[in-house]
């Protein structure tokens, strides 16, 4: 396995999901200790819980993660790994700065993770979670966005500047 896979999977992909295991439990437990349960709808419900958890940890990791790879991808020497013509049209599509890129990321993770998610649950009949429960959920969820969503963006990073790919800083 080369470095930079290496880099992505194990320091990105299992850092940021046991990062985020962790971070968003302490997170959902601060936030609803005391109460008995929480609702599934409202303000301070799972449904508010999750689409914001959605968005903003992609945003927020796309944010970091892009600049930590670009140097360490300079530092290290990496080329972008070679990708198949249909991976290479889609990496053009890539905004073309950083910002747009975690906005991108954070809405495509709200309406493609968060929304089944939710319709999952209200499908399941889930009216509240306990307190417990809900920051065990809410560790998983965000422990499995990270693990997944953090190497994606790192792999974007590295084609920045390249043909392929065009993002800029900013």
Request: aromatic share 12%; glycine share 12%.
């Amino acid at each position: 396995m080369g470095a930079y896979r290496r880099y992505l999977l194990g320091e990105l992909g299992l850092g940021a999901g046991l990062l985020n295991v962790a971070l968003n439990g302490a997170i959902a437990y601060v936030m609803f200790r005391g109460a008995e349960s929480v609702p599934f709808s409202g303000s301070r419900s799972i449904s508010a819980d999750l689409a914001g958890t959605a968005f903003f940890l992609p945003f927020f990791t796309t944010l970091v993660v892009t600049p930590l790879t670009r140097r360490r991808a300079s530092r290290e020497g990496w080329n972008p790994p070679s990708t198949p013509p249909a991976v290479a049209a889609a990496l053009r599509l890539v905004p073309d700065t950083v910002v747009r890129r975690a906005l991108l990321l954070g809405f495509l993770t709200l309406a493609f993770v968060a929304v089944p998610t939710l319709w999952a649950l209200a499908w399941a009949g889930v009216s509240e979670l306990s307190t417990g429960g809900f920051v065990r959920f809410k560790s998983v969820f965000a422990g499995i966005l990270g693990a997944v969503l953090t190497p994606l963006a790192g792999y974007l990073a590295l084609f920045d500047g390249t043909p392929t790919g065009r993002a800029q800083p900013g």
